[in-house]
């Protein structure tokens, strides 16, 4: 007996363990003998078993032949057979899988007095009996067994081991399943125990005389034995476990309809609900045996909420079949046959249901969690309980990822081929101007050495008088990223420098945050007189500037250029300004590495939908002026101007990141502009048109993208650059200030196109070099750069705003007024995440607390797209015009 029960775990574990393996319920049929009061009526019967699964109606001749006459089930007994028999034969297996660990339970099904309880009665028997012998043989393991039974009658459940009629509820417990509440369980002592309480609960039973039977059981009963083991050498350790299972041995009332037991009265009230039970029973067996699709209505009955478990779960589960051999019991024999037979498609998942200590349970969560921490450092190894489906699932998602990757790889791949078509074109009609560029720059002996050296530097004047006293960023320290390149625009350029420039002076521009950027002199020509080149250069300059200051007072040049670039010319930007913003000393080893083109080697291609297209420069031709043109009344501006953009920190609440970098890019405009005056002055619009793109493709930035295609396209491209961009600033930790002077400042004007694409690509760029793994040390001081704004913000927070503001704040960004730290709970929040509303907020309070002034043309105003002076300093009182925003 222990053996089998041995075997049978096993076995268990071979079909699937822990994990539970799907296993149909074993149907058996049992056939009784015709009873003496059938005999004595004269009964036929009509039912005879053909082999060990097989019964036959015999009499289908007769019948005509409507209804099949032969089924089969897992094992058929002959009404010959004893108990003992079905139960070795067919029960026992099941019933003894619970000393194992595994829920079973075994039904008896079928119409009244068809032999359900004589059946159940010795199964009972049998099983406890071996279950005993079994706990008996293995010593080595303690087992706990408990006893419980309950009846349910009228759909009233009761405890048939108290003699109280109180009726117990039924709840569900989310671990546990359907558990009946209050329910008395025993502990057993040994065997003579349980035959105690058996007996008790057999007295309990609600018992009536019908026709058929005398002693009908009107009820459903459910007995349960909880068995429990645990292997006494670990008892009480860390790694004891505990195998938990119950076996239930279920008799159901008859399943005879009211007319055939001539019931009446509180008989036919018995035989309503329990007819609606077992309609239930038969509903939820056949929507089971058809494979769980949809509802299971296991909740219509009281017999079927407590046996869901058992039916479809958890469980190993056997139905015992009892039939009526007698002619007149046909329908009723055929009813539960049917039944037998979708039954016998149901299938259950049983497992060996394993107890843990505490300890043990959170031994084995550790293991869990370090098997799951592995695999998701090693995506690709198999899991160790391989679950193929799923596996395949995983890997056919990855194919069609990695597919759709490959077509936009190659879509990209197309692009940049038609581009580098495009471009060699482009240099293919450049190379003879290029040469001749090269020929006038070779011929002229005072500037020739000093102008190659500085040629890829940003030329700048300081002062007049000032000496060259800073240091100058080495030429290498540039090459990273070639955002922003000018050609040195003609020779007449050079023979005409900024009169104010001599010697080699160096200014130091303030950079936002622990930068400065370094604004390297051109070498003055020693052969020019220099209150000649004064002359001539305020000429130019005076008559250039008054007339962008008329195009900006009549709105209608997109072309401003701030103040400081007026002064200069011959100016040659490396890069980008705004890629300055990462730049740093420390930062210089990693940059210098990088390839001068790399910006256009990681640069993927252009975004879909961008349209090749001229840039809108519109100016009037009849406007144009000579170098030699007529003395302004308006000069070059004086250094004091200059001096405003003396060096300062952030800390100062001045905004420089943007500003510089619209300088630059005005700068570029303006050169091209001036170029186009001097150089030709009869040249269409169209030529301007033209060079200025070539120019913006030598700095890196291919001109003809960068305006929107049709004013109906741009606002859509505008947004979509727009989010890419605040994802970007987030990846790359760029400076908040940065952001939200960048973001206030550009809001979808179409001129603004070209400073989206030139922030786009530096974007880009940083975020591969980030990428590429070896940039902890400047992806650090960046993030470090942002903690510290957030630091300024807290103090800003208390130095510019009042209390009442400070709490509208907190209120509004669902600060607690009473939470610790809210200044910096709220500086915390602030471009914390890319939702644009937010992106929206935070750059309002920030442009708050910064004291950055207004909206729209007075934004720009502030970064120098004016051409009066302005001093790059904030008043306090600016914040109320951003009041709206908050
Ligand atoms: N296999 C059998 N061999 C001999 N007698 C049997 C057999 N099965 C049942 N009987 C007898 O038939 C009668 C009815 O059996 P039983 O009470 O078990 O039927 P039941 O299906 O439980 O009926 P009910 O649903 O009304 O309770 C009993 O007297 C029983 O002794």
């Not at 209050?182 to 065997?191: G, M």
């Not at 303006?670 to 150089?679: A, M």
């Amino acid at each position: 007996m222990g053996a089998v029960a041995g075997e049978e775990l096993v076995k268990w574990e071979k079909m699937g363990g822990e994990g539970g393996q799907e296993e149909k319920i074993l149907v058996l049929v049992r056939l009784r003998p015709l009873s003496e009061k059938e005999v004595a009526v004269n009964e036929v019967a009509d039912w005879e078993c053909i082999n060990d699964t097989t019964i036959l109606y015999r009499n289908t001749l007769r019948e005509g032949s409507t209804f099949p006459s032969a089924y089969t089930v897992d094992r058929v007994f002959r009404g010959d057979c004893p108990t003992k028999q079905v139960y070795e034969e067919g029960a026992k297996g099941i019933a003894l899988s619970a000393v194992s660990g595994i829920n079973s339970s075994i039904f008896a099904y079928g119409q009244t007095s068809s032999g359900k309880t004589y059946t159940m009665v010795g199964i009972t028997e049998y099983a406890v009996a071996d279950i005993f012998d079994y706990i008996n043989k293995h010593e080595e393991r303690a087992f706990l067994l408990k006893f419980s039974a309950i009846e349910i009658y009228n759909e009233i459940i009761r405890d048939l081991l108290s003699t109280e009629n109180t009726p117990l509820r039924l709840r569900d417990d989310p671990e546990r399943g359907p558990l009946v509440e209050k329910l008395t369980e025993e502990t057993l002592r040994d065997r003579m125990h349980l035959k105690e309480l058996l007996s008790f609960c057999e007295a309990q039973r609600q018992v009536g005389e019908t026709y058929l039977n005398d002693k009908s059981s009107r009820s459903h009963q459910i007995i349960r034995l909880t068995i429990e083991s645990s292997a006494r050498e670990f008892m009480g350790k860390s790694n004891s476990t505990t195998l938990a299972a119950s076996v239930n041995f279920v008799d159901l009332a008859g399943s005879e309809r009211a007319s055939q037991a001539l019931s009446a009265g509180s008989r036919l009230k018995e035989g309503c609900h329990i007819n609606k039970s077992l309609l239930t029973l038969g509903t939820v067996i056949r929507k089971l045996s058809k494979g769980r699709q949809g509802h299971i209505n296991y909740r219509d009955s009281k017999l079927t909420r407590i046996l869901q478990p058992f039916l479809g779960g958890n469980s190993r589960t056997a139905i015992i079949c009892t039939l009526s051999p007698a002619r007149s019991h046909v329908e009723q024999t055929r009813n539960t046959l049917l039944f037998a037979c979708c039954a016998k498609q149901v299938t259950t998942k049983a497992q060996v249901n394993v107890v843990m200590s505490d300890k043990a349970l959170v031994k084995q969560l550790q293991k869990e969690v370090t098997r799951l921490e592995s695999e998701l450092r090693n995506p690709g190894l198999p899991a160790t309980s391989c679950d193929c489906a799923a596996m395949s699932r995983k890997k056919n998602l990855q194919i069609e990822k990695m597919e759709r990757e490959i077509r936009e790889l190659i879509k990209q791949r197309d692009l940049a081929q038609s581009r580098v078509e495009d471009l060699l074109r482009m240099v293919g009609n450049d190379q003879k101007s290029s040469k001749e560029r090269m020929d006038t720059w070779d011929d002229d002996d005072s500037i020739s050495e000093s102008s190659s050296i500085y040629r890829s530097d940003l030329h700048i004047r300081e002062n007049e008088d000032s000496e060259s006293s800073h240091d100058k960023i080495p030429d290498e320290y540039c090459k990273e990223v070639r955002c922003l390149e000018l050609e040195e625009s003609s020779r007449d350029d050079l023979e005409y420098p900024d009169p104010s420039i001599s010697g080699n002076g160096v200014l130091a521009l303030p950079w936002y945050g622990e930068e400065n950027v370094i604004i390297q002199e051109i070498p003055t020509p020693v052969n020019e007189d220099r209150e000649e080149r004064q002359d001539r250069d305020n000429a130019t300059n005076g008559v250039l500037k008054q007339r962008l200051d008329d195009a900006q007072l009549s709105n209608e040049s997109p072309l401003a250029i701030p103040e400081t670039v007026l002064k200069c010319r011959n100016l040659k930007l490396r890069r980008s300004w705004s890629c300055r913003e990462y730049y740093t000393p420390e930062k210089a080893g990693e940059m210098e590495k990088t390839p001068v083109n790399s910006f256009e080697k990681f640069f993927p291609g252009r975004p879909d939908g961008l349209q090749r297209k001229f840039f809108p420069l519109t100016y009037d031709a009849s406007t144009k002026l000579s170098t030699n043109g007529s003395p302004s009344s308006i000069g070059s501006p004086s250094m004091d101007d200059l001096s405003t953009n003396s060096p300062r920190t952030y800390v100062d609440g001045d905004i420089t990141t943007v500003q510089t970098f619209v300088a630059g890019m005005k700068e570029i405009v303006k050169l091209e502009y001036e170029k186009q005056l001097v150089d030709d002055q009869d040249q269409q619009a169209e030529t301007a048109y033209f060079k200025f793109e070539k120019n913006m493709k030598d700095v890196g930035v291919d001109a003809m993208l960068e305006v929107p295609g049709s004013p109906l396209e741009w606002p859509l491209q505008f947004k979509q650059q727009q989010r890419e961009i605040v994802e970007l600033w987030k990846t790359c930790y760029v400076s908040l200030f940065h952001r939200t002077y960048f973001f206030l400042l550009f809001r979808g004007d179409p001129a603004d196109s070209i400073y989206m694409e030139v922030e786009h690509r530096r974007l880009s760029f940083l975020k591969e070099t980030f990428g590429r793994g070896n940039q902890t040390v400047a992806i650090a001081s960046s993030a470090k750069g942002v903690r510290r704004e957030r630091e300024m913000l807290v103090k800003l927070m208390q130095r510019r705003l009042s209390e009442e503001e400070r709490k509208n704040l907190f209120r509004k960004w669902g600060i607690a007024l009473d939470s610790k730290r809210r200044r910096k709970q709220l500086a915390n929040r602030l471009w914390s995440n890319t939702n644009m509303n937010h992106v929206l907020e935070s750059a309002a309070v920030v442009a708050n607390l910064m004291g950055f002034t207004g909206q729209g043309k007075a934004l720009k105003e502030m970064f120098g797209l004016s051409f009066t002076p302005q001093r790059m300093s904030y008043s306090y009182s600016s914040r109320n015009t951003m009041a709206s925003l908050f």
